[in-house]
């Protein structure tokens, strides 16, 4: 994800992978309503369509979804002075 130079966003990397793991176990299409998912859709699209590919493929772990949210929103690069 590539942010302007001037902002950056605060991640809790642990409520965001509790939120998805939520939605890739929630048997229940209201999980599309789940708060997560406009998130996810005004900052990361891309990643909604990863939730729904890990669904669908029974996602069995919450280290798997724990991955992939420190890929992608994980350990962003600091900007050096």
């Given at each position: 994800?590539?942010?302007?130079p001037?902002?950056?966003?605060?991640?809790d990397?642990?409520e965001?992978?509790?939120?998805m793991?939520e939605?890739v176990?929630?048997?229940?299409p209201s999980r599309?309503?789940?708060?997560?998912?406009?998130?996810?859709d005004d900052i990361?699209?891309?990643s909604?369509?990863?939730l729904?590919?890990?669904?669908l493929?029974?996602t069995?772990?919450r280290?798997?979804?724990?991955?992939y949210?420190?890929t992608v929103f994980?350990?962003q690069?600091?900007?050096e002075?």
């Open positions: 994800m590539q942010l302007n001037f902002f950056r966003f605060d991640v990397l642990d965001l992978t509790d939120a793991w939605f176990t929630d048997p229940h599309n309503e789940r708060p997560v998912v406009k998130a996810l990361h699209p891309d909604v369509d990863v729904e590919a890990m669904l493929d029974g069995e772990e280290s798997d979804v724990a991955a949210v420190d994980g350990g690069p600091r900007l002075r």
